[in-house]
């Protein structure tokens, strides 16, 4: 039973105060009364009057050398009385059960000398009141008859001494001696005549005790001292009212461009600054006047890093905005200013509010959703390193019949620009042709009869933003997938009735380029057939009459990278789940 404690125990600090300790402890029980002959303590231990009793205990400490102990006693006594004290023949013995349970109040003797938790040894009194109750028979001892028996309860009064050693600080070995004062005399069940003696009972022992519930340090007071500031050099410290004023037009049109105007009272201010605005997709900005700052913009955020802001008590700045291929709808654009001041960071919080009018510019980069601008949101710029251009005449001549591509450098809404001028502000070695589509005028270069040929010139551009487009029938295409049902395998089923296939990509609410996606699984966009469940556009490749082969060119795509490649089945051309 004791084995966890002493486990437990050598993990403890010695200097921890515990609340609580539980004991256990056996021992012998004697009755000092009238059927008894021996009364010499020490041979009466060693004799049949001794009973084996056990005894369980529960200590609260209430200081470092009070507590208040709870105990159960379960115990035994016998004893025989062979003469009287007048040498008359007795011949009575007894037999005798009993369980008490007593609260007493220790005192730690040693603990008035110092309160020492290390300390190895330490002796303790007790005394308190309990209850007891007892079954007691008396005997002759020469046939074992029965004489008298006693059963009842009663109050008694333990007291005793204590010395224990202290193993650890929670485990303690501990030697016990108690007298109970039950105050009757029949506690061996026989009544002296003319004596008005009670009988009193003993339990010596010996156990081990388990301290355990740290007590918290209780929280010392602070004790406040006035003192008087020294004013003599103290400065008084003003912050700064950061206030900031963008002056972000009302209202856009598609592709117009219009100025903001940002203006910041920063007082005195010096440190490092940053002007921070978060655009929805499909916002362009460009850098006009940064009034020192470091200009970016990047993933629609627009950045205006100052190192050290200007002097001046108030920052102007300015940037240009507008819109491409967004909803019609009023925007909200949050922001922030970020300084620091007195070495601490601050930040300032605004927004504001555009509304873009009318439609938006339908450029599509290849394979893009509707409304999906180029990385860096503007019209396609070029990079440097291209090649010089030859003036040309535009090319307004009609694609041949079928599907075509070329490569979209540039789209307006509601007015045209100059191919000659888009040629030779791009550097381009071809002519530009200019194509129509709901109001859109849209310029491109090149007319290739697949999408990999006109991505290949698209790259070798390096016109920032340029994306390949399609042409059906010498018609403008906004999206790629438009061609999706004249460009993909005609006849994906076999004639069986059953055919499993290899789906490798599923699209929700809108298609996905079939010429795009070839490209990148590199094989042509007539092995590709796109079908539809519910708002699900799927892709699917290959078809076999079982599905082990199926399973097998899964496997081939799955280790080309294609992870979501996995096998479906058609039942006469209608897809199974």
């Not at 084996?52 to 529960?58: A, I, K, M, V």
């Not at 009735?497 to 996905?512: D, I, S």
């Amino acid at each position: 039973m004791v084995i966890p404690l002493v486990l437990n125990a050598q993990n403890s600090n010695s200097d921890k105060n515990y609340l609580w300790k539980a004991g256990a402890h056996v021992g012998s029980s004697m009755l000092w009364g009238d059927l008894s002959d021996d009364q010499d303590p020490f041979t009466k231990m060693f004799s049949s009057q001794s009973k084996l009793s056990y005894e369980f205990d529960l200590q609260r400490k209430i200081s470092n050398v009070f507590g208040l102990q709870g105990s159960f006693l379960f115990g035994k006594l016998a004893g025989q009385r062979t003469t009287w004290s007048d040498a008359k023949a007795a011949g009575i013995g007894f037999n005798t059960s009993y369980m008490d349970f007593s609260l007493a109040l220790t005192a730690d003797i040693t603990a008035l000398f110092g309160a020492k938790p290390d300390r190895l040894i330490s002796f303790y009194l007790l005394g308190g009141g309990g209850w007891v109750n007892y079954d007691a028979k008396s005997y002759k001892m020469d046939d074992g008859s029965d004489v008298r028996s006693a059963k009842a309860g009663t109050f008694f009064v333990p007291w005793g001494w204590g010395l224990g050693f202290n193993l650890t600080p929670r485990l303690t070995v501990f030697a016990q001696n108690t007298f109970r004062h039950p105050f009757v005399d029949d506690f061996d069940s026989y009544i002296g005549i003319g004596s008005k003696t009670d009988d009193i009972y003993s339990f010596t022992s010996l156990g081990l005790s388990y301290k355990f519930g740290v007590k918290k340090p209780k929280k010392k007071k602070i004790e406040v001292v006035p003192v008087k500031p020294d004013t003599s050099h103290a400065k008084e410290y003003i912050p700064v009212a950061v206030n900031t004023n963008v002056a972000m037009p009302l209202s856009l049109k598609p592709n117009e461009l219009k100025t903001v105007n940002v203006s910041i009272d920063k007082g005195n201010l010096t440190d490092d600054g940053e002007f921070v605005q978060t655009f929805p997709d499909g916002f362009m900005v460009e850098s006009k006047d940064n009034a020192g700052g470091v200009f970016t913009y990047d993933n629609n955020k627009l950045s205006i890093r100052w190192q050290n802001l200007p002097e001046s008590n108030t920052l102007n700045f300015s940037y240009n905005m507008k819109v491409g291929d967004v909803t019609a709808k009023t925007y909200t654009i949050p922001g922030t200013f970020v300084y620091t001041e007195e070495n601490q960071i601050k930040v300032k919080q605004f927004k504001n509010q555009v509304m873009v009018e009318g439609p938006a510019v339908a450029a599509t980069q290849g394979g893009q959703t509707q409304g999906e601008q180029n990385k860096e949101g503007k019209t396609a710029e070029p990079q440097n390193g291209e090649a010089g251009a030859t003036p040309v005449t535009p090319n307004t001549s009609t694609a041949p019949a079928g599907i075509s591509y070329a490569v979209q450098v540039a789209a307006v809404y509601g007015g045209k620009m100059n191919p000659m001028g888009l040629q030779k502000q791009y550097h381009l070695n071809e002519s530009v042709t200019e194509s129509s589509y709901k109001g859109y005028n849209n310029y491109t270069v090149g007319n290739f009869e697949t999408y990999q040929a006109a991505d290949e010139r698209r790259k070798g551009t390096k016109v920032r933003g340029a994306y390949v487009v399609a042409f059906k029938d010498g018609q403008y295409q906004p999206h790629l997938y438009y061609v999706n049902a004249d460009v993909m395998d005609k006849t994906p089923f076999l004639e069986t009735g059953t055919t499993y296939k290899v789906q490798v990509l599923a699209n929700n609410g809108r298609p996905y380029a079939i010429v795009k996606l070839a490209a990148k699984l590199g094989v042509n966009a007539n092995e590709l057939y796109e079908d539809k469940y519910a708002n699900w556009y799927q892709y699917t490749l290959g078809k076999y009459s079982t599905a082990e082969e199926a399973a097998k060119y899964a496997k081939e795509l799955r280790a080309k990278g294609f992870d979501g490649a996995y096998v479906v089945k058609f039942v006469n051309g209608k897809r199974t789940r």
